[in-house]
């Protein structure tokens, strides 16, 4: 029963910010990489930002220098600070997590999304 919840969307003007945040709970096993995707209407689906297990960060190049993604362990909770926001940062941003189950039979992977926040940038 693992849940994902996402807070932190809305309106905001061009040039200014938000943070989203994305809480985890339940049973999710290891943890391989938390992040976020977006989608803009009538676009594909796409990642904006990763964390690894191991730290490394991925970013969408056209997010760099603008969105920072990080994470807290012990809460199980990942963020997105957005900042310089831009029209076409406009979507609907959905908070992923990556996940797999290792025993003594084959291993198990599992993938989790929140259920969406809204995030529009007016010009």
């Known amino acids: 029963q693992v849940q994902l919840v996402e807070s932190g969307g809305g309106l905001v003007q061009a040039g200014g910010s938000l943070r989203l945040s994305c809480a985890a709970s339940?049973?999710?096993?290891?943890?391989?990489?938390m992040g976020w995707y977006r989608q803009a209407p009538g676009k594909q689906r796409e990642l904006v930002a990763a964390?690894?297990?191991?730290?490394?960060?991925n970013y969408a190049d056209s997010v760099k220098g603008r969105f920072t993604i990080s994470r807290d362990n012990v809460k199980i909770t990942v963020y997105l600070q957005m900042n310089s926001l831009k029209p076409e940062d406009t979507a609907v941003y959905y908070c992923?997590?990556?996940?797999?189950?290792?025993?003594?039979?084959?291993?198990?992977?599992?993938?989790?999304w929140g259920q969406g926040t809204q995030v529009t940038v007016s010009s």
């Open positions: 964390i690894f297990s191991g730290g490394s960060i």
């Open positions: 992923n997590v990556k996940s797999s189950r290792y025993g003594q039979g084959p291993r198990i992977d599992y993938d989790y």
């Open positions: 339940g049973s999710i096993f290891s943890i391989n990489a």
